[in-house]
């Protein structure tokens, strides 16, 4: 069965809790509010992690654009990029935006389930803001509101602000961001400090890693672009360095 059956399948709603399993829930039509205090298990299955990693950029997806106010055609067909839908599930995944996006909660506790799930990988967390900047500046810019729903999302996921400074760099404007903030360094790190973060980077964002942790490939490709982005700013560091 797909990623797209299994979540909007009644068993996944009832196997997953929290705020999450009961929206899924309410879409398949099985009335689970009981879960919304059901706690978030951050051991749970890889199967269970990749459900909940998919719905969540589907809700946060839908809360950002509630919070930005207007959903584009360019939004909707980023959204489907980064997912890659079957037509066959187009509808039903629809249904699940457009419940995330009525739905009476606020993003924090969705966040805070995934936050939970998702503590111990921090590169998993980081991939999914990086889908939701994808979706952000499908219409060519990413609005006010739309960075002030994806900072708040950010620190609930644990980033600090120098963390948070290097992830909008590489999403916003990777071309003509910092190479050192891409990094997250400073200008006064050494090269050995510098050549230590670069090597962090690669082994908490190789694609092989989010293969392992059962990510959709949707985003183990999108891990591969950011995984180019840090080396090509790796890369400009050693040239003005001369590090060899």
Known sequence: MSIWGKIL????GLALGGP???LIGAVAGHAVD???????????GD????????IGVIVLGAK?????????????TAFKQVFRIPPDEVKNVGRLFDQARKDSEGFEPYAKQIARMFKNNPAVLEELLRGLFHIARADGKVTDDELLFLGNVAQIFGFS???WERIYGEN???SSADPYQLLGVSRDDSNEDIKSAHRKLVLENHPDRLIAQGMPQEFVDLANEKLANINAAYDQIRKLREIN
């Open 47 to 54: 199967a269970t992690k990749q459900i909940a990693f998919t």
């Open 20 to 22: 999450l399993g009961a």
């Open 34 to 44: 009981k879960l919304r205090e059901a706690p978030a298990d951050e051991h749970a």
């Open 161 to 163: 602000e120098k963390q």
């Open 172 to 174: 916003v404007s990777p």
């Open 9 to 12: 399948g009644g068993a996944a």
């Open 64 to 76: 950002m654009a509630k919070a930005d106010g207007v959903v584009t055609r360019d939004e909707v």
